[in-house]
């Protein structure tokens, strides 16, 4: 499968690898720690860690389309097809959540309409509220990282926005500052500058000698995720392979701007193309299909059959069910408004 207007097919396949990570940690870990302890282990702390970096595929990612959008887009474009691309399903689960609280209480932390207000308007991050809707803390991080980069590009390609900019570069500089998990994101951001001039050099390095390079970033990366080091501006120091994270991440995906190398055509392939395409929706949704999931298997289940039969089957319900509803959800849902307000389709960007 090659990659179609430009658009790199293997990242949007790792979009697919990474929504699947996140996935497949929350669900495991949910039944260890709220149904059946004993399945746990070494390996639920190895989840936990892949979990995490799969958010930060997510931050790369966005950097490095965003970045794109800001250099062709006017404000109005940039924001409208921002906003029609997020907030539509953001609001959805994040209503959702907001009156199921405050009918069930669910979390009494997340109680009363300074919380919802806070969520709606992303100043969570400032305001030190809780996200309501699972998951959406990191749309939070999302929405300030376009904000930052668009206005920042813009001044420094047509010098206009100067105040904007001002306060853009405040606030990432706060962001890298306290939340080292922001420079994923200004990776993904340097890549997507430079990406025409690094692939040349790419695609001159012998395929073979590629592949081998290619593989050898992934096992590292493998390694360094699952042992769980992490990067930190104030650890780095003092725990360098924190800091090995990010370089690697950014070296493997120099490596997948050749579409010719095995990983590549791996994560081009349409059955993680598929889940690329859907991992927003997947990704706010699964806690609530998990929830549902997990109450029917410990009503109904737990204590009948052999635990490893009754998790097996837990993770085979979750994901089905999971899979059907964000199937519904992505395509009657948010691609119709999606492509009603923007004429586009979610779907790889093809226009409609």
């Not at 996140?22 to 495991?28: D, N, Q, S």
């Not at 306060?167 to 430079?194: D, E, N, Q, R, T």
């Amino acid at each position: 499968m090659k990659n179609i207007n430009n658009f790199i097919l293997s990242f949007h396949g790792m979009r697919g690898i990474a929504s699947l990570m996140v996935f497949f940690t929350h669900i495991i870990n949910g039944y260890v720690i709220h149904v059946d302890s004993g399945i746990g282990g070494a390996w639920s702390k190895v989840l936990s860690n892949i979990g995490v970096f799969g958010v930060e595929i997510f931050f790369f990612l966005s950097g490095f389309v965003i970045y794109k959008a800001s250099l062709r887009s006017s404000v109005k474009s940039f924001f409208m097809h921002r906003f029609w691309r997020i907030y539509p399903l953001f609001l959805l689960f994040t209503l959702f959540y907001f009156i199921s609280n405050e009918l069930f209480v669910i979390d009494e932390n997340k109680l009363g309409y300074v919380n919802l207000i806070s969520n709606l308007l992303f100043l969570d991050l400032f305001l030190s509220t809780k996200s309501l809707t699972p998951n959406a803390w990191s749309l939070t991080f999302e929405v300030w990282y376009y904000i930052v980069t668009f206005f920042i590009v813009s001044y420094l390609n047509s010098k206009k926005h100067y105040v904007l900019f001002l306060f853009s570069l405040a606030i990432s500089i706060y962001l890298l500052l306290f939340y080292p998990i922001s420079m994923y994101f200004a990776l993904g951001v340097a890549l997507s500058i430079c990406d025409k001039r690094v692939k040349s050099k790419v695609l001159s390095i012998n395929l073979y000698l590629l592949n081998f390079v290619q593989l050898s970033l992934l096992i590292f990366l493998v390694f360094f995720v699952s042992t769980g080091n992490k990067f930190s501006w104030v650890l780095t120091f003092d725990n360098l392979y924190g800091l090995f994270i990010p370089v690697l991440l950014f070296s493997f995906m120099v490596t997948l701007l050749s579409s010719k190398t095995l990983i590549s055509r791996f994560l081009s392939l349409k059955q993680f193309v598929f889940f690329g395409n859907i991992s927003f929706a997947l990704y706010l949704l699964h806690p609530y299909s998990y929830l549902i999931s997990r109450n029917i298997i410990s009503k109904y289940l737990v204590g009948a059959t052999s635990n490893v039969m009754v998790f097996l089957f837990y993770l085979v319900l979750t994901s089905v069910l999971t899979l059907i509803l964000t199937m519904i959800i992505s395509k009657y849902f948010e691609n119709v408004v999606y492509n009603k307000m923007t004429n586009k389709n979610i779907y790889l960007g093809v226009r409609k």
